[in-house]
């Protein structure tokens, strides 16, 4: 890969902007590719989280665990549980404990694979140590700044 700028030259870009062209193209790879199998992006995390609990889970743990995942929660967020139970993958008992359908769970084995094959795309050429070296310097700013980052 050939880089847009010196070394000299990326030590004074904006961080802002290349975080954010990150972001960009990270979260539209991904929301597209999962389009392409149809759903979005929280109907997955919607999935992962119900595939993956031990012990059923209620919309409303399901909804405190994701509510930091991109600003998507509230009303938004009860939408896309509401198509997961539509399209048959979870369903939902009196009690609001969510569950995975047969259906669901082979939807969230093709879903997991897509996303199992965009981090290796995502991560061709970045050793293990580089991708942590940069997550800690994200936190970093993060830190510097005075922001919050809550990531499972």
Do not use: C
């Not at 939902?92 to 290796?120: C, M, S, V, Y």
Request: no cysteine; proline share 3%.
């Amino acid at each position: 890969m050939e880089y847009s700028h010196s070394d000299a030259e990326l030590v004074r870009q904006p961080i802002g902007y290349w975080s954010w062209a990150a972001y960009d193209a990270v979260v539209t790879r991904t929301r597209g590719a999962l389009a392409g199998i149809g759903t979005t992006q929280p109907q997955w995390w919607v999935l992962a989280q119900v595939a993956g609990a031990r012990e059923p889970r209620t919309r409303a743990e399901v909804t405190e665990v994701l509510k930091g995942y991109l600003a998507v929660g509230g009303p938004a967020l009860d939408e896309e549980i509401d198509t997961t139970v539509v399209r048959g993958w979870i369903t939902e008992d009196a009690a609001g404990r969510l569950g995975i359908t047969p259906d669901g769970r082979e939807f969230h084995r093709r879903a997991a694979a897509l996303q199992k094959e965009l981090w290796d795309e995502r991560h061709e050429g970045i050793s293990d140590e580089e991708y942590v070296t940069t997550l800690k310097v994200l936190q970093r700013f993060v830190h510097n700044t005075g922001g919050r980052a809550w990531h499972h």
